[in-house]
C-alpha cells in the first residue's frame, strides 16, 4: 500500500490534451484583451489616454463608462493571463518530465547497440507573442521551450543577454531556432527584422528555471 502511495505522489498527471485545453483557454484570453484594445482605439483614447479635456472636465466625445469598462476588463484579463501561462508552463514541465523520463530510456537501449544520442534541456520560455511579428511569422508560439537560439544553446547559455545579442548581430539574417512543444521537438527559422512593433522580434523570452 505504501509503495502504491509513493508511485502515485511522483508520477505526472498531465496529458497532451491538459496543454492544448490551457493554451486554448490562453489563446481566447487574448483574443478578448485584443478585442478590448481594439474597441479603446475606436474611442480614441487607448489604455491610459486621458478622460478629461484641458480644463479638466469629462470628455463629451468618450463614453466614458464603455472606456472604463474597457480598461477594467483588460486588467482583468491580464491577471487571468499571468494565471494562466503559470498553469501552462507547469503542465509542460509535467509533460517534459514524462517525456525525458521516456527518452531517457531510449537513449539506454541505443546506447546498448553502440549508439549515443545528445538530448539537450530547454534554457527559456516564450510568454509572449504578438500576431504579425517577426517570431509569429517563423511559427514561434506561447509555451514553447527554447533549446537552441542560433548560437546559444544548453550547453552556453547563461541569461538572456546571450539571445539579446545574437538577435542584435543577426537583423536580417535566419537563425536556427530548436524548442520542444508538447513534448515535440521543433526546429524554426527566425529572422530578426523591423516591423511595426517594438524590437526585432515581437516576443517575450523568459529564462526557464529547473
Same mark, same amino acid.
Given at each position: 500500500?505504501?509503495?502504491?502511495?509513493?508511485?502515485?505522489?511522483?508520477?505526472?498527471?498531465?496529458?497532451?490534451?491538459?496543454?492544448?485545453?490551457?493554451?486554448?483557454?490562453?489563446?481566447?484570453?487574448?483574443?478578448?484583451?485584443?478585442?478590448?484594445?481594439?474597441?479603446?482605439?475606436?474611442?480614441?483614447?487607448?489604455?491610459? =489616454?486621458?478622460? !478629461?479635456?484641458? +480644463?479638466?472636465?469629462?470628455?463629451?466625445? $468618450?463614453?466614458?463608462?464603455?472606456? /472604463?469598462?474597457? %480598461?477594467?476588463?483588460?486588467?482583468?484579463?491580464?491577471?487571468?493571463?499571468?494565471?494562466?501561462?503559470?498553469?501552462?508552463?507547469?503542465?509542460?514541465?509535467?509533460?517534459?518530465?514524462?517525456?525525458?523520463?521516456?527518452?531517457?530510456?531510449?537513449?539506454?537501449?541505443?546506447?546498448?547497440?553502440?549508439?549515443?544520442?545528445?538530448?539537450?534541456?530547454?534554457?527559456?520560455?516564450?510568454?509572449?507573442?504578438?500576431?504579425?511579428?517577426?517570431?509569429?511569422?517563423? =511559427?514561434?508560439? !506561447?509555451?514553447? +521551450?527554447?533549446?537552441?537560439?542560433?548560437? $546559444?544553446?544548453?550547453?552556453?547559455? /547563461?541569461?538572456? %543577454?546571450?539571445?539579446?545579442?545574437?538577435?542584435?548581430?543577426?537583423?536580417?539574417?535566419?537563425?536556427?531556432?530548436?524548442?520542444?512543444?508538447?513534448?515535440?521537438?521543433?526546429?524554426?527559422?527566425?529572422?530578426?527584422?523591423?516591423?511595426?512593433?517594438?524590437?526585432?522580434?515581437?516576443?517575450?523570452?523568459?529564462?526557464?528555471?529547473?
Amino acid at each position: 500500500m505504501k509503495m502504491t502511495e509513493v508511485n502515485n505522489a511522483v508520477e505526472p498527471s498531465v496529458a497532451e490534451g491538459d496543454v492544448r485545453l490551457l493554451i486554448k483557454r490562453k489563446d481566447e484570453i487574448e483574443e478578448q484583451i485584443q478585442a478590448y484594445y481594439d474597441m479603446l482605439q475606436t474611442e480614441g483614447v487607448g489604455i491610459d =489616454g486621458p478622460l !478629461v479635456d484641458g +480644463e479638466g472636465f469629462p470628455r463629451a466625445d $468618450v463614453d466614458l463608462y464603455k472606456v /472604463r469598462s474597457a %480598461r477594467h476588463s483588460i486588467s482583468c484579463l491580464q491577471n487571468d493571463h499571468k494565471a494562466v501561462m503559470v498553469e501552462i508552463e507547469e503542465a509542460l514541465h509535467k509533460l517534459h518530465a514524462t517525456a525525458r523520463v521516456r527518452e531517457g530510456k531510449d537513449e539506454t537501449k541505443m546506447e546498448a547497440t553502440g549508439q549515443t544520442v545528445s538530448l539537450s534541456s530547454p534554457f527559456a520560455l516564450v510568454d509572449a507573442v504578438t500576431q504579425g511579428s517577426p517570431a509569429f511569422q517563423a =511559427g514561434l508560439r !506561447v509555451g514553447d +521551450e527554447i533549446m537552441e537560439f542560433g548560437s $546559444v544553446k544548453t550547453q552556453n547559455f /547563461r541569461n538572456l %543577454r546571450d539571445i539579446a545579442s545574437v538577435v542584435q548581430h543577426s537583423e536580417g539574417k535566419s537563425l536556427r531556432v530548436g524548442v520542444l512543444r508538447n513534448g515535440q521537438e521543433v526546429h524554426l527559422s527566425l529572422t530578426p527584422q523591423h516591423w511595426s512593433g517594438r524590437g526585432l522580434l515581437g516576443c517575450n523570452i523568459v529564462p526557464l528555471h529547473r
